[in-house]
């Protein structure tokens, strides 16, 4: 039942952080960029030389990271499928964000936004699945000691 219920809230997770995506590409690029300017200057203050398109690209990769773990976790947790299960909704999600933007005023969706998307996806479900083998490993040595 525990398990069951930590499924639950790991989907819910997942789909609240789905909206927060789509919530942030649905603002038309004026609104985006002024509610974007804090974190350019909070960032050029440890980085002076960051530019805004940096900023920009490292919110897409960190925004699709973090989905990329939630539905990896989602995947554990369901215990089926492959790892190619987050990989691929991930890269759906990530095309359906960049054309949802070409419907917003001043936004358009770009192939490479798909791309770094994809990365940050990438990355967080490729070290999620190291640290869980690499725990697995750690435990089936001491269970054979």
């Known amino acids: 039942m525990k398990k069951r219920y930590a499924l639950w809230l790991a989907l819910g997770a997942t789909v609240l952080w789905l909206c927060f995506i789509y919530t942030r590409s649905s603002k038309p690029a004026v609104v985006s960029d002024q509610e974007s300017g804090w974190v350019l200057e909070l960032l050029q203050r440890l980085i002076p030389s ?41 890269l759906v999600f990530a095309a359906a964000d960049e054309l949802l933007q070409t419907f917003i005023p001043g936004r358009s969706g770009q192939v490479k936004d798909v ?31």
């Not at 960190?62 to 790892?83: M, P």
């Open 115 to 145: 791309l770094i998307d994809f990365c940050g996806v990438c990355f967080a479900v490729g070290l999620l699945w190291l640290i869980f083998r690499w725990r697995e490993r750690k435990r089936a040595q001491k269970s054979h000691s």
């Open 50 to 90: 960051i530019s805004m398109r940096l900023v920009r690209k490292l919110a897409h990769f960190t925004e699709y990271a973090v989905l990329g773990g939630l539905l990896w976790l989602d995947l554990r947790l369901w215990g089926r499928g492959s790892v190619l299960l987050p990989l691929g909704a991930g």
